[in-house]
Every structure is written in structure tokens, then in C-alpha cells.
């Protein structure tokens, strides 16, 4: 079992930053590849943005690549989302979620992912 918890959402105008943190707890984190999702009201779960074990590999949507980084430190059990001129259509939900599948092919799926957390609102205004 692993526990999921995410901070750092908020509010913030188009075109500024949040940087979101996802902790996990015990000391299993380093088995997981990570990653992002979304969900705006009334929408399906998006994906965002996954991570290796060992950070070596990323994966984006278009939507976010180039405005967004995924990065983890396994020493701090941590990863993180950067995100980086924010648009109104990036606001939602967001879940971070921990997956045993190490091949990146599997990442943008979120059936891959075995343990989700909470999420944080994340609220862009224009």
C-alpha cells in the first residue's frame, strides 16, 4: 500500500506558476514510476505528465509540454509538478499517482496506475 498526498494548488492569473508536490509514504517510492492527471468538472481524467523510477525518462501531452516539468527526488519520496505559464483551460483537479508499469507506453493510461491521491484544485483565472 502506498499513500498519495498533493499540495501546492491554489489560485493564480494566466500566465503565472504553481509548482505542485506529491509525498508518498513509506520507503517503496523508488519501485514506482509517477504521474500527473487532471479532471476539470465535467470531463474525463486527463493525463499530464509521468516520470521513470529513476527520473532518467518524461512523458507529456502536447497540451502541457514546454509549460510543464515532472521531477522526483526519491530521497525525499517526492515528486513534483512545475507548471509554468498557466492558462485558464489548465485549471482542475489534480491527482498524482504511482504505478508499478516501467515502460512508458503505459504512462498516459490511468488504468496503468495502482494508487492515486486525493488531488489539489489548481484554478487559473483569466
Known amino acids: 500500500q502506498v499513500q498519495l498526498v498533493e499540495s501546492g494548488g491554489g489560485l493564480v492569473q494566466a500566465g503565472g506558476s504553481l509548482r505542485l508536490s506529491c509525498v508518498a509514504s513509506?520507503?517503496?517510492?523508488?519501485?514506482?514510476?509517477m504521474g500527473w492527471f487532471r479532471q476539470a468538472p465535467g470531463k474525463e481524467r486527463e493525463f499530464v505528465a509521468a516520470?521513470?523510477?529513476?527520473?532518467?525518462?518524461?512523458n507529456y501531452p502536447d497540451s502541457v509540454k514546454g509549460r510543464f516539468t515532472i521531477s522526483r527526488d526519491n530521497a525525499k519520496n517526492t515528486v513534483y509538478l512545475q507548471m509554468n505559464s498557466l492558462k485558464p483551460e489548465d485549471t482542475a483537479v489534480y491527482f498524482c499517482?504511482?504505478?508499478?508499469?516501467?515502460?512508458?507506453?503505459?504512462?498516459?493510461?490511468?488504468?496503468?496506475?495502482?494508487?492515486w491521491g486525493q488531488g489539489t484544485q489548481v484554478t487559473v483565472s483569466s
Open positions: 513509506g520507503r517503496t517510492f523508488s519501485s514506482y514510476a
Open positions: 499517482a504511482a504505478t508499478l508499469a516501467k515502460t512508458s507506453a503505459a504512462w498516459a493510461r490511468s488504468g496503468a496506475y495502482n494508487y
Open positions: 516520470i521513470s523510477l529513476n527520473g532518467g525518462t518524461t
